[in-house]
């Protein structure tokens, strides 16, 4: 949950890199073309990554410019 100081955001993700976190797990992905996906095997570290990832990208993506 983000804390609010002096008018500043921060935001603090947390990454597990215990041994667990090697084992893989299947992911469905969505296609380009409606109403199909493909699943794909990455690890629960690989999978992890990629939901902080995008979470930043949103984050970045839904700042406000102070110049605009």
Not at 13 to 25: E, S, W, Y
Not at 28 to 50: A, C, D, R, Y
Not at 51 to 68: D, G, Y
Request: charged share 20%; glycine share 4%; proline share 7%.
């Amino acid at each position: 949950m983000p804390a609010e100081r002096a008018g500043y955001t921060v935001t603090m993700f947390l990454i597990d890199v215990a041994p667990t976190m090697g084992k893989l797990r299947q992911v469905e992905i969505p296609s380009t073309k409606p109403g199909e996906s493909t699943i794909v095997e990455m690890t629960n570290l690989e999978w992890s990554l990629q939901f902080v990832m995008l979470k930043i990208q949103e984050m970045v993506r839904t700042a406000k410019c102070p110049l605009s």
